[in-house]
Every structure is written in structure tokens, then in C-alpha cells.
């Protein structure tokens, strides 16, 4: 009877080992959730600690804005192109091995990233540290997925949210400080501890898993996606942008459009007839994962472009520095480090539809908020803002990730991931490209109706001018030729700045208006606990 016994405890050793379960210490799935959550922290750090160092780079190399987004766009573009290779090759070549080479890229494209001298080394040296996050990000919820049963899965991924909550807390700080009392390279040679240190806990801590029913690489959808991702995000980019005169109608961008609607075609028919996709589109058949992946592109979309706006009006309009810039998101991820746990427990147990369709709400509301500022407004309001925003942040992710995989079978999760951080990745790069060609126009367009407003001729202008004169003249010491330009410079300065501020309000409705148009695929969405999959 004890042999039985022990044969049996050791058969259902087996049987859980090739499931994913680790049989011999209870506690090593947690080991391994510390170990993903410092590399997503790392991952995650480089997307918000940039933001505040963008007009330090712009004056360091002369550009504008324009030209500075890519820094943003090319890493969130290499995350997308690699984040559906990253779930085949994990199946391939191990879990475990790759999760270390995406730590190796992100960590050697953060060292060039500090070396580099001019715009284009550095935009390339982006696309290096993206290509890591993009390994880094999917398989670490792949593996958090396939360690944790159901019923722990939802409070695992709160706690796996922690760590993006604290690189959106403390990247803007730790970069502004950098910023201001060294330099911008420093914000990214911060991440090489970071790497190195999580690259060792790779080795030492987790166990290699390869999955046996892999099938071969879709290189003709990967060549699809990796042509249609870059020209869409450069044709959205280019339509405004300084050095193309002709706008939306100059042939490089119709080609641009039409190569990526082409490469879009070849790659959806592509993933729907072969027998190995790249990215298995047919999982977004799947009810509850379609609708969640439609909100996140929605979510992403507002929050990823509005979080590259809100720095530029703090440092170019308000007259903060990069330290006080970034100190205003530190509660957004303390709020949200603490809320995502939370919601992901409540998830487990309750209605997950609630706490998603109140955030995205809460969320919406925070732009909506962000669309009423001035050169006036004050630190309060914009900090009220930013405390709603982490709420929802911290009770929508969580519940949203763990709806989404509700009824995913065990071993479709990799490519789910793949799927899910693909599409939020791509969003967020289309609402970074998307919001900066609304700022330019937008900002082009109310500098030209504040121009017109403004007659050079009139009396109320010539009164303006007058006293702003005698102001300088009594105050600054000028003589009254001078006074009378400086005069003029600043009454044109005032202008360009409502301008500048005016077009970023605009953005912020556009975001509130598409950020609140995901809460209507959550309503039809299914959310009985007994539709999860039994692996």
C-alpha cells in the first residue's frame, strides 16, 4: 500500500512538471514571480524615466519634437515587433534561455543609449533595449501564468503589477534627478545594475521549460509585421513634421500607407491560413480575450499619449524642472502598486467587470480634468488628476489581464501574452505618434488664431505694448528701443505659450474621448468564475 502510494506522488510529480508546475518547493513560484517582477521593473522604468529627460535631449541635440518622439516610438516599436516573435521562440529554445537573452539586449542597449552623441545613435540604441523588453515582458507573464493555478493567478498578476506601478512612480523621479544634477545619459545607465543583477537571479533561480508542441516560424508574418508596425507609426509621424512641407498628401507618406495597408493584408490573411502563425489571431476569437485586447488598445492609446504630454507642459509651459516634473507621478504608482493586489484579489472573487468599467471611467475623467489646464493652473489641480489616474490604473490592469485569460487554455498562454502586450504596445505607439501630430497641428493652428487676433495696429495692442515697455524700461534698466522689442517679444512669447497650452488641452479631450470609449466592449464581456479552463 505505501509503494502505491509513493509511485503515485511521484507520477503526479511528473504529470506537474510538464504541466508547468514546479512539485518540489511550494515556495518557488514565488521565487520566480520576484525575479520577472525586477525585470519588468527594469523594462517598464525605461518607458516613463524618458519622458521627463525629453527637453534636456531636444536642447542637447538641437532637435524638435518631431524628430525627439522616436525616442519614445522606437522603443515601444521594437517591443511590439518582438513581443509575438518572443512567445514562439520561448516554445523553441526555452523559457529560461530567452528570458536571460532579453535581459542581456535591454541591459547592452541601455549602456549604448548613455554612450550615444547624437539622435539617430540613440533612436537605434532604443530599438535595441525595445527588442529586449519585448523578450522580457511577454515570457515573464507567460511564466507567471503557467506557475500560478487559476485561483492564484489573478493576486499573482497584482503582485506582478507592483512592479510597473513602481516604475511609473519612481522612473519620472529617478530620471528628473538625474536630469537636473547630472546628466541625460544617466537615465539609462541606471538600468545596467538593474539588469545585471536580474540577469543572475535568471540563472540561479528559474528552471529552463520548453514547450514540445511548437511549431515552425512564420517568417512571412514576421516580415509583414515588421514592415507594417514601423511605416504606419512613421507615416502618422512624418504628416506634420517640420521637414515635410507638402503634409499628408507628400508621396513618401501616401507610398508609407500604402505599403503598411499591404503589409497588413499579407499578414492578416497570412496568420489565418497557416497551420503555425506568428501571432495566433484566432485566439481573438476567443469572446472574453477579443474584447479585453480591443479595450487595452483603447486604454493604451489615451494613456501612453497623454503620459508623453504631460511632461512637455511642465517643463516647457510651467517652468518646472525635470525633478519636479517627474516627483508629480510618484503617487500615481504608490496608488497604483497599492490598488492592483487589491483588485486582483477582488477579481478572483467577484465581478471583474466592475472595477475595469469604474477605472476606465475614473480614467477618462482624469483627462477630461488635464484638458482644463493653464499657465495659471496649480500644483494641486494637476495632482488631483494624477491621484485619479493611478486609482484606475491600479483597479483596471489586473482584473482587464485576468478576464482576458479566463478561459485560455494553459499552453495557448505564451502566445496570448504575446498577443495582449503586442496590441497594448502598438497602441500606446499609436497614441504617442497619434497625440504629437494633434499637438503640432493643433498648436500651429491656435498660434495662428491668436496671431490673427492680435492687430499690431490697434489701440488695446499699442497700450499692451506701452506699458510692457515702460515696465522694462523702470525695472530692467533697458533704453526705449530696446524696451520696445522686448515689449513685443514677450506679448509674442504669451501667445506661443497659450498656444503650446491650448494645443495639449486639445490632446487631453481626444484622450478622455477615446479612453472613454473602452468601457463599451466591457459591458457585453463574460465573466463567470465556471467558464475557466481546467488544464
Not at 515582458?137 to 493567478?153: H, K, N, S, V
Not at 510597473?164 to 512612480?169: D, H, I, K, Q, T
Not at 477605472?359 to 482624469?366: D, Y
Not at 504669451?494 to 468601457?519: E, M, P, R, S
Amino acid at each position: 500500500m505505501r509503494k502505491v502510494s509513493i509511485m503515485h506522488k511521484l507520477r503526479r510529480k511528473l504529470r506537474n512538471r510538464g504541466s508547468g508546475y514546479h512539485p518540489m518547493h511550494d515556495r518557488y513560484k514565488w521565487f520566480v514571480l520576484a525575479n520577472i517582477m525586477l525585470g519588468t521593473f527594469m523594462a517598464v522604468l525605461d518607458a516613463t524615466i524618458v519622458n521627463v529627460g525629453l527637453p534636456k535631449i531636444m536642447a542637447s541635440f538641437g532637435v524638435g519634437i518631431d524628430k525627439i518622439e522616436w525616442v519614445i516610438t522606437a522603443y515601444m516599436l521594437s517591443m511590439a515587433v518582438m513581443l509575438p516573435t518572443s512567445g514562439w521562440l520561448g516554445d523553441k529554445f526555452g523559457y529560461k534561455r530567452l528570458y536571460f537573452l532579453g535581459l542581456f539586449l535591454f541591459t547592452l542597449g541601455s549602456m549604448l543609449c548613455g554612450m550615444s552623441n547624437d539622435e539617430n545613435t540613440l533612436i537605434m540604441s532604443r530599438v535595441i533595449q525595445g527588442l529586449g523588453a519585448g523578450t522580457i515582458q511577454p515570457l515573464g507573464m507567460a511564466i507567471i501564468t503557467r506557475e500560478f493555478p487559476p485561483q492564484q493567478r489573478g493576486m499573482a498578476l497584482g503582485f506582478w503589477a507592483i512592479s510597473a506601478a513602481a516604475s511609473v512612480s519612481f522612473g519620472p523621479l529617478i530620471g528628473g534627478y538625474l536630469v537636473d544634477n547630472f546628466s541625460w545619459q544617466l537615465i539609462f545607465d541606471v538600468n545596467i545594475p538593474f539588469g545585471i543583477a536580474a540577469m543572475v537571479f535568471t540563472v540561479l533561480i528559474q528552471r529552463e521549460y520548453f514547450n514540445p508542441k511548437v511549431g515552425k516560424f512564420d517568417l512571412i508574418g514576421f516580415v509583414s509585421v515588421v514592415i507594417f508596425f514601423p511605416l504606419t507609426l512613421y507615416a502618422l509621424s512624418e504628416g506634420t513634421a517640420a521637414t515635410n512641407s507638402e503634409g499628408w498628401t507628400a508621396p513618401y507618406i501616401l507610398a508609407c500607407f500604402a505599403i503598411a495597408a499591404l503589409a497588413l493584408t499579407v499578414f492578416l490573411t497570412r496568420e489565418l491560413t497557416t497551420d503555425n502563425p506568428l501571432i495566433e489571431l484566432k485566439l481573438l476569437g476567443n469572446y472574453n480575450f477579443g474584447m479585453s485586447n480591443l479595450v487595452m488598445m483603447i486604454f493604451s492609446m489615451g494613456m501612453f499619449g497623454s503620459t508623453f504630454l504631460l511632461p512637455l507642459y511642465l517643463q516647457n509651459s510651467m517652468g518646472y524642472t525635470a525633478v519636479q516634473a517627474g516627483s508629480v507621478f510618484l503617487p500615481v504608482g504608490i496608488i497604483q502598486g497599492i490598488m492592483s493586489p487589491i483588485a486582483g484579489k477582488m477579481s478572483d472573487k467577484f465581478n471583474p467587470k466592475v472595477p475595469i468599467i469604474l477605472g476606465v471611467a475614473l480614467l477618462g475623467l482624469s483627462f477630461i480634468l488635464n484638458s482644463q489646464l493653464t499657465y495659471l493652473s496649480e500644483n494641486s489641480f494637476v495632482m488631483l488628476s494624477l491621484y485619479i489616474r493611478g486609482f484606475a490604473m491600479g483597479i483596471v490592469f489586473t482584473p482587464l489581464s485576468n478576464l482576458s485569460l479566463l478561459t485560455i487554455p494553459r499552453e495557448k498562454m505564451a502566445q496570448a501574452s504575446g498577443i495582449s502586450n503586442t496590441i497594448r504596445q502598438f497602441g500606446g505607439s499609436l497614441g504617442v505618434a497619434m497625440f504629437t501630430t494633434l499637438l503640432i497641428s493643433r498648436v500651429n493652428y491656435h498660434s495662428q488664431m491668436y496671431g490673427a487676433a492680435i492687430q499690431s495696429g490697434s489701440q488695446q495692442f499699442k497700450n499692451v505694448a506701452s506699458n510692457l515697455a515702460y515696465y522694462a524700461q523702470q525695472h530692467v534698466g533697458s533704453n526705449m528701443a530696446a524696451a520696445v522689442q522686448q515689449s513685443k517679444y514677450v506679448i509674442l512669447s504669451h501667445v506661443n505659450k497659450q498656444a503650446y497650452i491650448q494645443g495639449i488641452d486639445d490632446d487631453f479631450w481626444i484622450a478622455a474621448l477615446i479612453t472613454l470609449i473602452g468601457t463599451i466592449p466591457v459591458f457585453i464581456m463574460r465573466s463567470k468564475k465556471q467558464t475557466i479552463h481546467k488544464a
